[in-house]
């Protein structure tokens, strides 16, 4: 915990010692400009999650006075890329503007996406194209480790890490979750419910396993895809399980608003719904967000984040960030910043190359190399040898009728 | 019911027997479902609700697939853009009763649920009037300007215009409303009475009530009027009963305004029953309908009904019995094997190909 606590006033030092430096020199920027992509879904329920993000990222380039070492950085409109189709992430959408990412010269390294089975399939071509990738929001743990199954999405370069991200992955948030029903709500019977996706398949087995092996029971388990409209028969079966908290596995645009108002109707309105990070997507009063959409029927509705909810400074952060844009961060602006911090700070070490691809290979490298400690907005961390964060905490909010959003209620450290 | 693609014979002795037989065989079916899923469920509340639950969706399912029936039984069109009607439907119920600033101006602004009983009247009533009316035009207008011009092109014409009119529906409310789901306030309350050990909601009564209401209204219109011998009498041969004085153009009209009307209905219930619409909604909405007109014999209007709620059953127990993945494909299964057996549908008649 001390530890933590140095690292962060250390974090902020550098920050403003970043500061300072640009004010000072004009050396800045000598040697070009480069962009960083953005590469996350804006439309619908996940545009509500996104433009946080972008915010986040957008807020850590400007703070750092918009050079990193000898290079300008910049994120013009033309390489923030959308990976939404009618609606809701799109896997093959997200492929082709990956592919676009990874031949624009100018792109020194992309941010995204928010949807693991999206970066399923970016990975492959940005680990060919050994492009540093750092997701603010990727938890599948499939993605990474190479125990389940990680070097099959690295083939190309197995050993040479560019993807990264800076939130825990789903073996703590599915756990997490199961802890926090049998722990603090102090339920044993789950309902889960899935949408047959990378990320809400995954987490859902990983709740399952922890809850079943530590006293809980799970009554049944259904997966649903995302395109169904009536949830009313498959909840009436549920209910008859007699459940006393329900799990869904997957992200608003999945189903999360749609399959709670269907237990409500079903008559399980006094029945905790627990969700992963994907329902966490913003207060009730933006649009397609999870609240937003359920409205008054999230009255026992929870949701886990692999965002660290509270981190040193975590005030100062919110007050700078709505006095740029006006709104409140979510959980995820500050792992957008974090992600930028990360790049920005890769490049500043990687010094200067004769061309852009030796570049980005030096940014690639001096970004994913285990030794580093980064100070960032969330604190201080590493990278492992497969690019997970060392920081492995999740957060836990509840929703808050009166403001209508989600209020932090408390994080557990995994690291610990 | 009668069919719109085989003249029936006017309402006498006969049909009124047929009718009741129809009732009869309905309520058989209902409990033979019900006695099914109790033995597979082991729970009598349980089954009650199931029951329950795929008769409200089968009523939906049912109002969409008459639309499709009908203009197929009119003028052998499937009409691709049938499933996006019902999805405007759904919105422009929605849009009766939220926020929006028109209908704020003229004092409809409801955001929750009505509790008082004659106001919640009013409130369908302006629903259902102002969604029927507004789908209605819109499929005549669709018809006017789409379909009309391509009657006596060839088959793959009008069939590629209606997939061309999906769209172009699909991306208007997509450009208003944008991409996600509009949360729609459900003004029915949502109270339940215990039967049979479940607790039943007033809206999945309502909902089967009403769409059985218009579906009776539907067969007194068809077997009944004028203009409803007009229809059937062009289904079976258009220029004989051009030759008879009917007015071919305000047939096929009324048709397709009949059609929208259900499909507006239809989107009211969406609205109130899953308290969500989605600009996508149509695709999957249309598929089912699409499927529950073809199972029950494409052109018969008793058929559609029948396909409509054989689908929501088969659906739900799929759903009932933790198999919902697989919902579709048994869909689709049975569907299969019933046109094996009876390539015209369940209560579809062999008609030879038209010269």
């Given at each position: ?10 974090g ?12 000072g ?5 000598s ?5 960083i992509?953005i590469?996350?879904?804006q439309?619908?329920?996940e545009?509500?999650?996104s ?9 850590a380039v ?24 009618d ?8 492929a ?10 100018n ?31 990727n ?10 199954g ?6 190309a ?24 029903i049998l722990?603090?709500l102090?339920k ?19 709740f399952?396993k922890?809850?079943e092996?530590?006293?809980?029971t ?10 169904t409209?009536?949830?009313?028969a ?12 329900i799990?869904?596995?997957?992200v608003?645009?999945?189903?999360g608003a749609r399959?709670?108002?269907?237990a409500?109707?079903a008559g ?6 627990i ?5 966490y997507?913003?207060?009730g ?5 999870f609240?937003n959409?359920a409205?008054d ?9 692999a ?5 040193p ?6 007050a ?7 709104t ?10 974090a992600c930028?911090?990360?790049v ?13 691809g ?23 961390f590493?990278f ?10 999740i ?6 009728a009166?403001?209508?959003d989600?209020?932090?209620k ?7 | 019911?009668?069919?719109?693609a ?29 006695l099914?899923l ?5 729970n009598?509340?349980?089954?009650t609700?199931?029951?329950?639950n795929?008769l409200?969706?089968g009523a ?5 697939a008459l639309?499709y ?10 009409n691709f853009?049938h499933?996006?009607v019902?999805?405007?439907g759904?919105?422009?119920?929605l ?11 003229i004092?409809l ?13 009013l409130?369908?009533l302006v629903?259902?009037?102002?969604s029927?009316t ?6 005549v ?11 006596h ?9 209606a ?5 172009i529906l ?8 944008g991409?996600?789901d ?19 909601r007033?809206?999945?009564?309502f909902?089967v009530?009403?769409?059985?209401i218009l ?5 007194l ?7 409803g011998?007009?229809?059937?009498a062009t289904?079976?041969?258009q220029?004989?009963?051009q ?11 009324i048709?397709?305004?009949i ?23 149509g ?5 089912k309908?699409f ?6 014999g494409?052109g ?28 579709q494909?048994i ?8 046109l ?8 579809g008649q062999?008609i030879?190909?038209?010269?």
């Open positions: 915990m001390k530890l933590r606590q140095v690292g962060a006033i250390a902020i030092g550098v920050l403003v010692l970043a500061g300072c430096n640009q004010g020199t004009s050396g800045g920027g040697k070009g400009t480069v962009n992509a590469e996350l879904p439309q619908g329920s545009k509500a999650a433009d946080p993000i972008i915010n986040g990222i957008k807020l400007k703070d750092a006075g918009g050079v990193a070492g000898n290079y300008k950085i910049e994120i013009p409109n033309s390489v923030i890329y959308d990976d939404a189709k609606g809701a992430h799109d896997p093959q959408t997200g082709q503007n990956m592919s676009a990412i990874a031949a624009n010269a792109v020194i390294a992309v941010i995204g996406p928010l949807n693991s089975s999206v970066a399923k399939v970016q990975i492959p071509i940005s680990n060919e194209a050994g492009l540093l990738q750092c997701s603010p929001a938890t599948n743990e499939g993605l990474t480790k190479p125990e389940f990680a070097l099959d999405i690295r083939k370069n197995p050993n040479k890490i560019n993807y990264v991200r800076v939130v825990t992955t789903d073996d703590n948030q599915g756990p997490a979750a199961a802890k926090y722990e603090v102090k044993t019977k789950v309902y889960i419910i899935d949408d047959t996706e990378t990320f809400g398949k995954g987490i859902s087995d990983n399952q922890y809850l092996a530590n006293g809980g799970v009554v049944a388990r259904d997966g649903v895809p995302k395109t409209t009536d949830y009313s498959i909840l009436t079966a549920a209910k008859a399980k007699g459940p006393e908290a799990y869904f596995g997957g608003t645009a999945t189903g399959i709670l108002k269907a409500v109707a399980m309105a006094d029945v905790p719904y969700g992963p990070d994907g329902i997507d913003g207060s009063a933006t649009k397609d967000s609240l959409l409205g029927d999230a009255k026992n509705a929870f949701a886990t984040a965002a660290v909810g509270d981190f400074g975590r005030a100062d952060f919110e700078k960030f709505k006095a740029e844009y006006n409140a961060p979510t959980g995820y602006s500050a792992t957008g910043y930028a911090q990360v920005i700070d890769a490049i500043k070490r990687a010094g200067d190359a004769a061309n852009m030796e570049l980005r290979e030096k940014v690639r490298a001096a970004a994913v190399d285990p030794s580093i400690n980064y100070t960032s907005v969330i604190g201080a590493k492992d040898a497969n690019g997970d964060t060392s920081q492995k905490i957060s836990f909010y509840g929703y808050d009166t403001a209508k989600w209020a932090f408390s994080q557990l450290d995994f690291a610990k | 019911m009668t069919s719109v085989r003249s029936a014979s006017p309402a006498s002795a006969p049909s009124l027997i047929r009718r009741f037989r129809l009732i009869g065989f309905s309520l058989i079916g209902i409990a033979v479902y019900f099914i109790r033995l597979m469920l082991g009598t509340g349980t089954a609700q199931q029951v329950a795929a409200t969706l939906i399912y049912a109002l969409v639309g029936t009908m203009v197929y039984g009119i003028i052998e069109l499937i853009a499933g996006d019902f999805m405007v759904s919105f422009v119920a849009w009766t009763v939220t926020s929006d600033p028109w209908f704020q101006a004092g602004h409801q955001t929750g649920t009505v509790t008082a009983l004659p106001l919640l009247a409130y369908l629903m259902f009037a102002v029927m507004v789908v209605g035009l819109l499929n207008t669709i018809e006017r300007l789409a379909y009309r011009p391509l009657r092109a060839p088959r793959v014409a009008p069939l590629i215009t997939i061309g009119v999906s769209l699909q991306n208007v409310i997509q450009i208003i409303v991409t996600g509009r949360p729609s306030p459900k003004i029915i309350p949502q109270d339940a009475f215990p039967f049979l050990g479940a607790e039943i007033f809206v999945n009564v909902i009530v009403t769409a059985l579906m009776y209204i539907l067969t219109f068809v077997g009944r009027t004028r203009l011998r007009a229809m059937r289904a079976q041969d220029q004989a009963a030759l008879m004085g009917v007015d071919l153009n305000q047939t096929i009209a048709t397709f305004l059609g929208g009307a259900l499909a507006g209905a239809a989107g009211v219930f969406q609205s109130q029953y899953f308290g969500f619409v989605r600009f996508d909604l695709f999957n909405a249309g598929l309908a499927t529950a007109a073809v199972l029950g494409i018969n209007l008793t058929g559609a009904v029948l396909g409509g709620f054989l689908i929501a059953f088969v659906e739900v127990f799929a759903a009932a019995n933790g198999q919902q993945r697989w919902s494909a869909v689709f299964v049975v569907l299969i094997t019933v094996v057996f009876r390539p015209a549908g369940l209560l062999q030879g190909e038209r010269a």
